[in-house]
């Protein structure tokens, strides 16, 4: 095998993987979002009532959680 043949093989393997980390990643968040979504009523707050501390709150632990799949991937 020559050392182009090579790199394509390397550069469609981790493309691959990329590819499921990153479905991985997008199916663990919407699991997440959704558990967090079961949990607590947090639609009815933060549309009805434009509770806008808790859309706060809630996007910082989605983030948190996006920053902690990515580590576990990575």
Do not use: R
């Amino acid at each position: 095998m020559d050392k182009y043949t090579k790199a394509l093989s390397d550069f469609a393997e981790n493309g691959f993987k990329t590819v499921l980390y990153t479905l991985l990643g997008i199916v663990l968040f919407a699991l997440t979002y959704w558990v967090f979504g079961k949990l607590f009523p947090m639609h009815k707050e933060i549309e009805e009532d434009q509770n806008t501390a808790l859309a706060i709150l809630m996007g910082s632990v989605m983030l948190g959680i996006a920053i902690i799949i990515a580590a576990s991937i990575h």
